[in-house]
C-alpha cells in the first residue's frame, strides 16, 4: 500500500495549540533565567492549561484508536505530527516514486554542539524520514539497522532538507538511504533495514 504524505497543519483545533506549545518551548530555551519574565507566573500559567488538559482527556485507550484511525499516515508522530508539540514539524513532498523530501529549520530546543543539531535529533529525523519513503514507495516496515555517518555539524537556524529514497526490497527486508543537507551539503547520512512487519493498529 502507498500511503499519502502528510496534508500539513490545520488552522485550528489542537494543530494551533500545538503551534502554540511549540512557541512556549521555544521562547522558554531562549529565555533561561536571563529574562525578566516572572517565571512564577509563567509556571503557574502553563500548569493550569495542563489542569484543564489532563481533566478533559478522552481515556488513553480511546485516544490511542482515534490516533491510528485509518490505514496510512497518522498526525501524532514526532517528526511531522501536527497534533505532536515535539514534533519539529517537518513537512514531506514527493520527489519520485521512492523517494520523498522535507524541509524544516530547527531553532534552540534542538540544540546539541553550539549552534548545531544534536546527533539524535538528526536520528529521529532520518528514521522516520525513511520510513516514511518506505511507505511512500509501497512496501514499509519497522527499522532494523540504521547507520548513520554524521559528515559536518548540521546548522540550527537554516532551512534543511531531509531526503529518503527506498532503494531494494528483498522478501521482507527494506533498504532505504537518505540524508540531511544544509545549503546542498551534506550533513548526515543514513542507511536503513527494515523489515516488513506490520504492528496491529488499535481499533
Ligand atoms: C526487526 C524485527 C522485526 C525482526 O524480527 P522478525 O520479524 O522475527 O524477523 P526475523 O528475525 O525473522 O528476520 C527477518 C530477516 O531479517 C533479518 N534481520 C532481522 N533483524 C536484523 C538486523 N537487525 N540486522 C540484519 N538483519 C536482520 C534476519 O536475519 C532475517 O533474514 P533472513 O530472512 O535472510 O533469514 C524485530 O527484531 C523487531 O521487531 N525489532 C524491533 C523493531 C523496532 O522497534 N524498531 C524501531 C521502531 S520502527
Ligand atoms: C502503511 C503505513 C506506513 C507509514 C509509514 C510511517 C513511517 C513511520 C516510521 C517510524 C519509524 C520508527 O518508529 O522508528
Known amino acids: ?4 504524505l502528510p496534508s500539513g497543519t490545520r488552522p485550528a483545533g489542537v494543530d494551533a495549540a500545538v503551534e502554540a506549545a511549540r512557541r ?3 521562547a522558554l530555551v531562549r529565555s533561561g533565567d536571563m529574562t525578566d ?8 500559567r502553563l500548569n493550569a492549561v495542563a489542569d ?3 481533566a478533559t482527556a478522552p481515556p488513553l485507550r480511546d485516544r490511542l484508536v482515534d490516533m491510528w484511525r485509518g490505514d ?3 498526525r501524532h508522530d514526532p517528526v511531522t505530527g501536527s497534533e505532536n508539540p515535539i514534533a519539529p514539524p517537518v513537512a514531506y513532498g514527493a520527489v519520485d516514486s521512492s523517494t520523498i523530501e522535507g524541509t524544516v529549520t530547527l531553532g534552540l ?7 548545531s543539531v544534536h546527533g539524535g535529533v538528526s536520528a529521529l529525523l532520518l ?5 516514511v519513503a518506505n511507505g511512500w514507495a509501497g512496501e514499509s516496515g519497522v527499522t532494523a539497522e540504521l547507520t548513520l555517518r554524521y ?5 540550527l537556524f537554516e532551512p534543511l532538507t531531509v531526503t529518503a529514497r527506498q532503494t531494494s526490497v528483498d522478501g521482507r527486508k527494506i533498504r532505504t538511504t537518505g540524508e540531511i543537507a544544509a545549503g546542498g551539503r551534506t550533513c548526515v547520512s543514513a542507511e536503513g533495514l527494515f523489515i516488513a512487519k506490520h504492528p496491529p493498529r488499535p481499533r
Open 1 to 4: 500500500m502507498t500511503i499519502d
Open 24 to 26: 512556549v518551548i521555544d
Open 37 to 44: 519574565a516572572d517565571m512564577a507566573s509563567v509556571t503557574g
Open 52 to 54: 484543564d488538559l489532563e
Open 72 to 74: 496510512g499516515m497518522t
Open 109 to 115: 530546543p534542538y540544540q546539541g554542539p553550539p549552534s
Open 127 to 131: 528514521d522516520h524520514t525513511l520510513g
Open 151 to 155: 559528515h559536518h555539524l548540521t546548522p
